[in-house]
């Protein structure tokens, strides 16, 4: 849902009117079709209201890790999985035409995945640019909100 009252900016999410959704949810944000045919989706992977709650950097930067290494036990299509600046949630970027049913399954299973893990993978000085700020129980108690709601996951808007 677009903000009537600003002008369109190049910036899909800057279009969405952040009063009005509802999280957590999963909504495609772009599709791209690149000059050779290939194409990229972008789904936002919203676990937080936006402008009432976020997430702690510790718990976003915790769960960037597991979600990254974890969703491509799943999947081959895993191009890059990044949090927002906002800190309520993440940008999930798939090669191939994904629809948001599949996303679900997908972030369900990787999940799963994290409430599973017994640590925060590549939380270290030689991997990481900030080993030390990493939280296993915080982004597991994120990922088992986040989880507990999925009958929500597809609803965007309030």
């Not at 009063?19 to 791209?32: I, T």
């Not at 936002?44 to 969703?71: G, I, K, W």
């Not at 800190?87 to 299973?109: H, K, R, S």
Request: net charge negative; hydrophobic share 45%; glycine share 6%.
């Amino acid at each position: 849902m677009e903000s009537a009252d600003r002008p369109r900016m190049n910036v899909e999410s800057f279009n969405l009117d952040h009063r009005a959704v509802a999280a957590p949810y999963l909504r495609v944000a772009d599709r791209k079709v690149l000059p050779g045919g290939d194409v990229l989706t972008k789904v936002d992977v919203r676990f937080c209201q936006p402008n009432v709650e976020h997430l702690e950097m510790p718990v976003v930067h915790s769960l960037e890790h597991l979600v990254a290494e974890h969703a491509r036990n799943h999947t081959d299509a895993v191009v890059d999985f990044s949090p927002m600046g906002c800190q309520t949630g993440f940008y999930l970027l798939l090669a191939g035409d994904w629809e948001i049913p599949a996303v679900a399954d997908l972030m369900a299973a990787t999940l799963t995945d994290v409430l599973d893990a017994d640590e925060v993978p590549a939380a270290n000085e030689v991997q990481c640019g900030w080993g030390a700020n990493h939280t296993l129980p915080g982004a597991q108690d994120a990922a088992r909100r986040f989880l507990g709601r999925r009958e929500d996951w597809l609803q965007v808007m309030a």
